[in-house]
């Protein structure tokens, strides 16, 4: 059934999917929650293949969980972290995955700093490639487990108003996640400083705001981003301290959502600079945890 909807070998992005091939994905993946949370863990549907899990950037997440996910359906997984390959002897992207593919794998996860280093990969090797976030493009498989948190919680997307705060400019996570909701029907606001916010971004469907009380009102899910020092050059903020005060989310600014609108981020998260601690670890509106356990189940879709 899944393989009719989703009759691609790679997952590179959001954009461009429908929305029966991402709610292919979600119930798929919804399936694999019951599995993650019982004593046996273990199937074999993919006994015999072969994951490797390529990162060229950090993670803490998105590796772990696609190692879960492959091991739990029976694969063989292989980590390579790029700080610890030929890659530090100066072999390229391309030589790295030909070399891997040589091997032949049947999926390759891949992080990489550089937007669109991933799809380029993709045409170069014979095996599926999963885009585990590629610069500040894409990072498909956190739109979908964020989608699969909130679909559980709130039974649905359609109709929903998202809130997506903080550093929009560098983030991977919201753009991906501004294709998935407005592709299932939700309403998409972005709310960060000028600096933060890429112009005409209101050109995708989005409604922009640069303060987060007007921004919030009435939302019914709030989205807060870490700020992505590793891809900014220069100076984007005064002060962190300036920026908790106005973009920071705390109690106050919180109760101008819907009384019962839940809190996420996609982690890693910075306390005390874009999200109060309260909120993050508030065990009836924060989703925080609930996302990464989605996290696994997605990654096995
Ligand atoms: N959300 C996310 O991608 O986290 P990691 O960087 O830890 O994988």
Redesign the pocket.
């Known amino acids: 059934m899944t393989e009719h909807f989703y009759p691609h070998r790679h997952l590179l992005g959001i954009q461009g999917l429908g929305p029966l091939e991402l709610t292919a994905l979600l119930d798929l993946a919804d399936g694999y929650v019951e599995q993650n949370r019982s004593v046996d863990k273990r199937k074999n549907l993919l006994r015999g293949r072969t994951l490797v899990n390529l990162f060229f950037?950090?993670?803490?997440?998105?590796?772990?969980?696609f190692e879960l996910a492959g091991k739990r359906l029976g694969a063989d997984v292989i980590n390579m972290q790029a700080s610890s390959s030929s890659v530090q002897k100066g072999e390229t992207l391309i030589d790295t995955a030909m070399t891997l593919n040589a091997m032949h794998l049947d999926v390759l996860v891949v992080?990489h700093p550089d937007s669109g280093a991933v799809k380029l990969l993709s045409e170069k090797v014979n095996c599926a490639v999963i885009n585990?976030?590629d610069g500040s493009h894409e990072?498909p498989t956190?739109a979908l487990l964020d989608a699969l948190t909130i679909r559980r919680r709130k039974g649905q997307l359609a109709g929903l108003t998202v809130a997506i705060c903080g550093d929009v400019q560098h983030s991977r996570?919201a753009r991906s996640n501004i294709y998935l909701l407005l592709t299932m029907g939700a309403r998409v606001r972005l709310i960060g400083p000028r600096t933060l916010i890429p112009t005409q971004v209101d050109r995708m469907g989005v409604e922009v705001f640069h303060d987060m009380r007007t921004g919030l009102k009435d939302v019914d899910v709030v989205m807060m981003l870490r700020i992505q020092n590793e891809r900014m050059r220069g100076n984007f903020i005064p002060s962190i301290r300036e920026y908790f005060h106005f973009f920071g989310l705390d109690y106050a600014k919180l109760s101008l959502a819907k009384p019962d609108a839940v809190i996420m981020h996609?982690?890693?998260m910075n306390r005390g600079v874009e999200i109060d601690s309260d909120v993050a670890d508030d065990v009836e509106r924060s989703l925080i945890r609930e996302?990464v356990e989605m996290?696994v189940a997605v990654r096995m879709a």
């Open positions: 950037e950090n993670s803490t997440r998105t590796r772990t969980s992080r585990a976030g990072h956190q996570v996609p982690g890693p996302q996290g």
